[in-house]
């Protein structure tokens, strides 16, 4: 046999070996058999910048894939046209390669829903974010602290507390917190349109002032039905230049300063801040929290009543009224009702102590405490002389 024709048979041999070799990766690659570690989803996080020599190597780690270095080989090979995103993924252990790289080459990361309810503070809500390992508090200061983000609305104010919507976020783990709050605060020019504007200038509220009264109503309430009438107590109140006195901008006074401690005391209504509503005229510099878009209806859409007060009742709710002498009667109505759950409960229990069941004999109906039973206010005390007679007594807490 001459040269050339055995160099031909050595040719043709090596390119057979190379194709049956080649197929039988490629399967493996395809078709990975059981992995090392337990079978599930493995979530990993690639960070910007990452080789991709170390891609294949963490996934081979945690068992998406069964070997890195022929992992590495077939995509430089086969698909190196495909580019390897950054970011979070989840993968079931094992993934077939050709999966893994089309997953990561169109960014399919994990996303995270974030649900934001209403009547929380900036810190409130960015702590459900960065609770997921999304952003961190730093960011998130650097970020509500860019008031240009809503030019005009927030002047005299160093953040954007208040403007930051409450909603649904669908974000990922490489969303910044930036990128965050100007979907918020997008999300609050959307829903605080033209027409609500237009209603608060009616009032002679501007959007700060109306976003600021906003937030103290849903914090005084659960209940949407109350938010228009308490919305016209404050107003009320403040064309007759009495003080909001609301329990709210306490707590917020004292969160804002650090010296939030669970429990509002009575010497705390002394607090020192332009929030506290029971030492200052008006409406606080800024809100104390972010409102939702009923509350911020209700804001410039409450209520015609001639209600100065109010108080929580027991059933979650809150009585209202016109007078300080009727806001007093309603006081001790609470005050009695209280005594008469109270009771009723402490039967409930010496009979369930006692043997007997809800039926038996001197057992009563059970009873439900308020679900939204907020702090005592301070005693009734006179008003000053450009007031109504002990007008800064208004009680807006639990009796």
């Keep these: 046999m001459s040269a050339p024709r055995r160099l031909l048979r050595v040719v043709l041999l090596l390119l057979l070996l190379a194709i049956v070799a080649g197929g039988y990766f490629s399967y493996r690659l395809r078709h990975p058999g059981k992995p090392a570690v337990p079978a599930g989803r ?8 990452t080789p991709t020599a170390q891609i294949f190597q963490r996934l081979e780690k945690e068992g998406v894939v069964q070997d890195a270095r022929l992992a590495e080989i077939y995509y430089r090979l086969y698909r190196n046209g495909t580019p390897l995103q ?29 649900v934001v309810p209403e009547g929380l503070t900036a810190d409130e809500s960015f702590e459900l974010f960065w609770r997921q390992g999304i952003g961190g508090p730093e ?39 930036r990128q965050i709050v100007d979907r918020m605060v997008g999300n609050f020019r959307k829903n605080f349109g033209p027409d609500l504007r237009d209603k608060a200038r009616d009032l002679g509220l501007s959007t700060r002032q109306a976003v600021t009264l906003a937030s103290i109503i849903e914090k005084e309430t659960a209940i949407k039905s109350e938010l228009p009438v308490v919305a016209s107590v404050y107003l009320n109140r403040l064309k007759k ?25 009575r010497s705390d209504y002394a607090y020192d801040s332009p929030y506290n509503a029971y030492t200052n005229d008006g409406l606080p510099p800024g809100p104390i929290a972010n409102p939702g878009l009923a509350a911020l209806k209700a804001a410039v859409n409450p209520a015609k009543t001639d209600y100065l007060y109010f108080v929580a009742d027991n059933r979650g ?4 009224t016109r007078t300080f002498e009727e806001h007093l009667q309603a006081i001790t109505a609470a005050h009695r009702m209280r005594e008469a759950m109270d009771a009723a409960d402490a039967a409930a229990d010496a009979a369930a102590a006692a043997g007997r069941g809800p039926g038996g004999p001197g057992a009563g109906a059970p009873l439900e405490a308020p679900s939204n039973e907020k702090h005592p206010a301070p005693a009734a005390t006179p008003g000053r002389p450009s007031e109504p007679a002990a007008a800064r007594a208004k009680d807006s807490g639990a009796p």
């Design 42 to 49: 493995a979530t990993i996080l690639f960070p910007m910048g």
């Design 86 to 114: 950054a970011g979070e993924y989840s993968f079931d252990r094992p993934t077939p390669i050709d999966e893994v790289i089309n997953r990561m080459g169109k960014g399919e990361v994990v996303q995270y829903t974030i």
């Design 139 to 177: 960011a998130f200061h650097r970020a509500i602290s860019d008031t240009e983000l809503l030019p005009g609305l927030t002047r005299g104010v160093n953040d954007l507390e208040g403007f930051l919507f409450p909603d649904t976020y669908v974000v990922t783990r490489s969303t910044s917190a």
């Design 241 to 265: 230049g009495m003080r909001l006195q609301a329990d709210p901008t306490v707590m917020y006074a004292l969160k804002r300063d650090g010296r939030w401690t669970g429990m509002l005391h």
């Design 317 to 320: 709710g809150h009585t209202f």
